[in-house]
């Protein structure tokens, strides 16, 4: 019998070529183009060319009130967008020194959770869709729209919320919501073993993921990684438990950490964070304290003298707002640490040495958004 | 570490005789403006120290900085600077530099990327909003903005009548 793999000879250097994928391609999801430089069918160099959708989020922030710059925080991550909003309504909050209520803190618990199942379940959907099994998006999209419609009920939108304002939200929650939250939890019990069963078991599926675009706990630290792609990884950086931010300190839960460092290991982290986050609206739906939804605020609001820096967790890793203030209605320098961003520079290391369809479900497993990498 | 105890130990490093932190004096350690607060202990020093003062950061095995969570370009008026997140995964402590360049025309700054790879693509993204450029940077490119894009946009002197709206 022929050994085929030894027949090839393994160390033929071909002429080392470029290829563009994007800003059209489809398993980018949106407009990132990355320059491959490519070996044959591996990669050996990725350079990414970004400003595609480049708004200029951070100077138009220069001009805007805290109240507008919510608005636009909607869209940077656009699937996390509650938990944008609250990160600037945090800021803002601990600027001024403003103590929510519980009912506030747990009104915004609840809806960053269903916004993470929300993420997750389109990330699983399109990312089954990138490897090739298409069938999962139809699954994930017929159960996403559950939580939209729990979204659109008390906020008004499906996608860009901006429910979160400082000082609260901008409006009580629907009195139909704790029971429709019920039996999305209900239905989601039910079908997430289904996902199981139809994605993560099957064998095309396992060797796509496993030992692929292995990421090192040491480099995931170094590289800038932070989320499912850092906990993926062996590393503890869920910013709901290292500093705990709205009602994320009277909630129990265990923070999705997977040794791997593969494709499977960050697919599991997202599949058990779904479970974990199921978990927590448990919890915290048939407790929602009485309370305003709204504390008493000026309506141009100006933050005093400082830098104002605040921590959370999105559905994609730690979004960072740092709010340099100089005492005037509009702030002096607004920075966002997106995750995306910080996520695509550890792909630039991560992605080289395989292949370009190994590139692919590197990439699905990252989950980026590209508004997010823009901003 | 606690800030005090971060403090503390940073300052111990003036005795030493092959480090020299510029600034002695409390006030002048802590802060970058005087008026302006910061959230984290905040650090400024001058750029001409400032490589083998965060490598000293990375290395020192009591305070181990491992990780650059996040990097601020920053426009101050008179100067430029950046302002380095970073924070100690074991050790659980944060911290910020920050650094300022005076030079608005030519601002150059020694690049950590070598240190931290996480400082990658912000060191871009600081050269194409406000210009400053890093040394020793891999790759060092406009990100966002075309090549022949003029002007950094950042920046608080930056002019565009059409795109701007000043409220």
């Not at chain 1, 809806?111 to 990330?123: C, G, K």
């Amino acid at each position: 019998m022929i050994d085929l793999k030894n027949s090839v000879q393994s160390d033929i250097k071909t002429q080392e070529y470029f290829l563009n994928m994007g800003p059209q391609h489809p398993a980018t999801h949106g407009v990132l183009r990355l320059i491959l430089k490519l070996d044959g069918e591996t990669v050996v160099g990725i350079e990414p060319d970004l400003g595609f959708i480049h708004r200029g989020i951070e100077k138009m922030c220069e001009y805007d009130t805290y109240r507008q710059i919510i608005h636009l925080t909607d869209r940077m991550d656009y699937l996390s967008s509650h938990i944008n909003n609250e990160a600037v309504a945090l800021a803002v909050e601990k600027a001024l020194e403003v103590e929510v209520s519980d009912r506030i803190k747990v009104i915004r618990t609840m809806m960053d959770e269903l916004t993470r199942i929300a993420s997750h379940l389109l990330w699983w959907g399109v990312m089954g869709m990138d490897i090739g099994a298409l069938t999962t998006f139809m699954y994930a999209f017929r159960d996403r729209e559950m939580i939209n419609e729990i979204m659109e009920e008390t906020t008004g939108a499906r996608l860009t919320m901006s429910y979160n304002i400082p000082g609260g939200v901008m409006f009580d929650l629907h009195p139909g919501f704790p029971k429709r939250v019920k039996e999305f939890i209900k239905h989601m019990r039910q079908v997430l073993p289904e996902y199981d069963r139809l994605l993560t078991g099957n064998i095309i599926f396992q060797k796509r993921m496993k030992g692929v675009g292995i990421l090192k706990k040491e480099d995931a630290l170094n590289w800038g990684a932070t989320g499912p792609v850092a906990r993926g990884s062996g590393l503890h950086t869920d910013i709901r438990k290292r500093f705990p931010y709205s009602a994320y300190d009277r909630v129990e839960f265990e923070e999705a950490v997977e040794e791997g460092g593969d494709n499977l290991a960050r697919y599991q982290v997202r599949m058990r964070e779904m479970y974990e986050s199921l978990d927590i609206l448990e919890q915290l739906v048939d407790n929602i304290p009485e309370g305003p939804y709204q504390m008493p605020m000026r309506n141009l609001i100006k933050l005093p003298k400082g830098e104002f820096y605040q921590r959370v967790e999105t559905a994609r890793g730690e979004l960072g707002v740092f709010i340099v203030s100089d005492g005037k209605k509009n702030p002096y320098r607004v920075k966002f640490r997106s995750p995306g961003f910080s996520n695509l520079n550890a792909l630039l290391k991560v992605g080289l040495g395989w292949k370009i369809a190994d590139l692919v479900a590197i990439m699905s497993t990252f989950d980026f958004v590209i508004p997010d990498i823009d901003r | 570490m606690t800030n005090e105890e971060l403090i503390n130990y940073i300052s111990a490093w003036n005795q030493d005789a092959e480090f020299q932190l510029p600034a002695t004096g409390e006030n002048q350690l802590i802060g970058i403006l005087e008026d302006i607060p910061s959230p984290f202990l905040n650090i400024e020093i001058p750029a001409s120290h400032l490589k083998t003062f965060l490598q000293r950061l990375k290395e020192d095995p009591e305070l181990d900085f491992d990780v650059l969570f996040n990097m601020a370009g920053m426009d101050w008026g008179k100067t430029l600077g950046v302002i380095y997140f970073l924070e100690s995964y074991t050790k659980k402590h944060a911290i910020t530099v920050s650094v300022q360049s005076e030079d608005r025309e030519n601002p150059l700054l020694p690049t950590v990327s070598d240190l931290w790879f996480a400082a990658h693509l912000h060191e871009c993204e600081i050269y194409d909003m406000f210009g400053i450029r890093f040394e020793g940077h891999n790759g060092l490119k406009r990100l966002f903005l075309t090549p022949d894009f003029e002007g950094f946009p950042l920046r608080k002197d930056y002019e565009d009548d059409y795109m701007i709206i000043r409220k």
